[in-house]
């Protein structure tokens, strides 16, 4: 039975889905009408990540309810689910799933859960070396088409560099530079 405060039947304060009211009294005749409750709000997606780099695997993409359908740039079939960056292409892409919940009759309650993903583009950079001078190397992009957000050299030894033309020491040690081929 569904709860009636002051006569009124709120589906947004149940839980569960199916619900018998029965009501009689002095002037009425005793009857019952039957609810059923469809919980739309509950409409989930899981997206196992929302960055990719545009040469990682598909991924699965899995919904709550099942029967609905897949929208967004990476997918090539909309009932599968599967995701695919390169499909996508660089930038974000909305993933969309709609499902129809059926009602009575021939109503239905749409429903559509949401999720923003976005792909990044291969890194690609050259470097040179400017200077090679006792155990100091100087490394700049060649690559400058390219704008980043940020640059990070990691030279192994704990030190590191932030800027596009970065110079390192190696302290202790002597410098090797392979020639090459």
Known sequence: DAPLPNCVFDPSSVTGTDFTIRYSGECLTSNEVKIKVIQTANLRISVPKVTFCIEDAPVTIVASDAGGRFSGRGFADSLSGVYSPSLAGIGKDTIRYELAFEASGDEVCPAAATAIVETFPALMVD???????????????VNTSNRFSNIRY?????RSATTARASHTLVGQA?????SL
């Open 127 to 141: 470097f040179i070396t400017t200077d090679c001078s006792g155990n100091t190397v100087t490394f700049d992009t």
């Open 154 to 158: 990691d030279f192994g030894d704990g």
């Open 175 to 179: 410098l090797t530079m392979l020639p």
